[in-house]
T-cell receptor, first 114, second 116 residues
């Protein structure tokens, strides 16, 4: 089955700097890679996702890149702000077009210092 | 923006008691999920539900767990006889298309279950 590894587990940056979080997956049939942001006491919120037919997707200060050959994908946050502080989870579905569940990484706690 | 609604936000129960966690998925969604998150750990899949039946379940989802869609709007998770290790945040999620086809889903804000 799918296995998702996420690094780093914690990340501290100065406001205005960039932050990069990386994930690897094991199932080459996986075709969809979302990133979720979880603030304290709340449910995970989808912030950006990418499908396997593209290599990069951008939404304002957030971008995701996908390398299917190497089976890894990354979240890039530019010009970080204190409100970006949260736990970020990457995920990948069980591959093969099933109704499958999402397998989550262990999360990265991002702290943005003013 | 449409939301997945979960109630209660916090439930405290005695070990061995039954609990029912409730969710109202987004109205036009067809796929429903329960996940749990033990404090400080990753989000773990419990079960997915489609067309009035379980489509997948994890090894966590043993005989003590059951799900039901009793009417057109609610989706419930029942734990028959709670154990201390069931203490966690339980998240409901829904989607209008299967994740295997490249689509994500929306999570609710969770129910914090504390078993004492």
């Amino acid at each position: 089955g799918e296995n998702v590894e996420q690094h780093p587990s914690t990340l501290s940056v100065q406001e205005g700097d960039s932050a990069v979080i990386k994930c690897t997956y094991s199932d080459s049939a996986s075709n969809y890679f979302p990133w979720y942001k979880q603030e304290l006491g709340k449910g995970p919120q989808l912030i950006i996702d990418i499908r396997s037919n593209v290599g990069e997707k951008k939404d304002q200060r957030i971008a995701v890149t996908l390398n299917k050959t190497a089976k890894h994908f990354s979240l890039h946050i530019t010009e970080t702000q204190p409100e970006d502080s949260a736990v970020y989870f990457c995920a990948a579905p069980k591959g093969g077009g099933s109704q499958g569940n999402l397998i989550f990484g262990k999360g990265t706690k991002l702290s943005v210092k003013p | 923006e449409p939301e997945v609604t979960q109630t209660p936000s916090h439930q405290v129960t005695q070990m061995g008691q039954e609990v029912i966690l409730r969710c109202v998925p987004i109205s036009n969604h067809l796929y429903f999920y329960w996940y749990r998150q033990i404090l400080g750990q990753k989000v773990e899949f419990l079960v997915s539900f489609y067309n009035n039946e379980i489509s997948e379940k994890s090894e966590i989802f043993d005989d003590q767990f059951s799900v039901e869609r009793p009417d057109g709007s609610n989706f419930t998770l029942k734990i028959r006889s709670t154990k201390l290790e069931d203490s966690a945040m339980y998240f409901c999620a829904s989607s209008d298309r299967p994740t295997g086809d490249g689509y994500g889903y929306t999570f609710g804000s969770g129910t914090r279950l504390t078993v004492v």
